[in-house]
């Protein structure tokens, strides 16, 4: 099989479910000393975000409780919630995806919080983990 991504996929970030974004942010912040990065707040989160090397350790506290966090966090608790991968190509990359049988979430890509192109996969197709892509 050919290889997709020339430049190797780098894990663009981790999301993790937060309770409180003021309780648990100064851990990474201040305590680990990880720089903060500014993100837009999606998907009924607010969003705040740390620098782990070239990744992210996006922070995710629900606005609503209807929300994918809101939902995450009621049914399992704080924890990690996705990974994302930074891709190429991400069409071709769904496009790759679908024909060996993974469900896409977003068959369209659409913007996320760090103003890239991005597409969630369905965990019930990833071993249990939801998988966000992400366009370099
Ligand atoms: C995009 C902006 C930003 C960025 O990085 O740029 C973000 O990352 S925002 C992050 C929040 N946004 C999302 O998560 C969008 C994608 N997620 C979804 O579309 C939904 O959350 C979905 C489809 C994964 C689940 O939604 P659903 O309404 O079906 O929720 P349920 O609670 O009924 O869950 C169904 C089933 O899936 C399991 N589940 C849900 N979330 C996760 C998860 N994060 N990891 C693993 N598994 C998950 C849930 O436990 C249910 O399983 P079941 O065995 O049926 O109980
Ligand atoms: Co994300």
Same mark, same amino acid.
């Not at 989160?45 to 409780?65: D, N, Y």
């Not at 991968?85 to 896409?104: N, T």
């Not at 019930?124 to 892509?133: D, R």
């Given at each position: 099989?050919?290889?997709? &991504?020339?430049?190797? &996929?780098?894990?663009?970030?981790?999301? +993790?479910? $937060?309770?409180?974004?003021?309780?648990?942010?100064?851990? !990474?912040?201040?305590?680990? =000393?990880?720089?903060?990065?500014?993100?837009?707040?999606? %998907?009924?989160?607010?969003?705040?975000?740390?620098?782990?090397?070239?990744?992210? $350790?996006?922070?995710?506290?629900?606005?609503? *409780?209807?929300?994918?966090?809101?939902?995450?966090?009621?049914? #399992? =608790?704080?924890?990690?919630?996705? +990974?994302?991968?930074? $891709?190429? %190509?991400?069409?071709?990359?769904?496009?790759?995806?679908?024909?060996? =049988? +993974?469900?896409? +979430?977003?068959? &369209?890509?659409?913007? =996320?919080?760090?103003?890239? #192109?991005?597409?969630?996969?369905?965990?019930?197709? &990833?071993?249990? $983990?939801?998988?966000?892509? *992400?366009? !370099?």
């Amino acid at each position: 099989m050919t290889n997709p &991504t020339p430049r190797g &996929t780098r894990i663009a970030h981790l999301g +993790i479910a $937060v309770e409180s974004l003021d309780a648990i942010l100064p851990f !990474y912040r201040d305590i680990l =000393g990880m720089p903060e990065t500014p993100l837009d707040d999606a %998907d009924g989160a607010r969003i705040k975000a740390v620098a782990a090397g070239e990744s992210l $350790v996006e922070l995710l506290q629900p606005e609503k *409780s209807d929300s994918p966090i809101g939902k995450f966090l009621a049914k #399992r =608790g704080p924890g990690i919630h996705h +990974i994302c991968f930074a $891709v190429d %190509d991400l069409d071709g990359m769904l496009a790759r995806c679908k024909a060996h =049988g +993974i469900q896409l +979430i977003d068959e &369209t890509p659409r913007i =996320g919080a760090e103003g890239k #192109r991005i597409a969630f996969l369905h965990p019930k197709s &990833t071993a249990g $983990v939801l998988v966000e892509l *992400s366009e !370099y």
